[in-house]
């Protein structure tokens, strides 16, 4: 039967991509790790009042960005529909 040797190609092929796999996730080199350690964080402790001020401060600049970017599009299809009623 014709096709053994490209088969048996094929596996082999795959079993060294599985061997190179396994030794590429032992040397990686990551921040994210498996320990169980519980790592310590020194966070500074806020009030109430001041979450809810950083709250509005960031609602505000998302407000002003979303305004910005349809003012934008609104220019950039004016801009279109103008070359193209010019064009046409």
Not at 9 to 25: E, G, P, T, V
């Amino acid at each position: 039967m014709g096709g053994e040797g490209s088969m048996m190609a094929a596996n082999q092929s795959l079993k060294s991509n599985r061997n190179m796999l396994a030794k590429r996730k032992e040397k990686s080199f990551s921040f994210v790790t498996n320990s169980t350690e519980k790592t310590e964080y020194n966070l500074p402790e806020i009030s109430e009042a001041s979450i809810l001020l950083l709250r509005q401060k960031l609602q505000r600049e998302h407000k002003q960005r979303r305004i910005k970017q349809i003012i934008l599009l609104a220019l950039v299809i004016f801009v279109m529909f103008g070359t193209l009623i010019y064009f046409a």
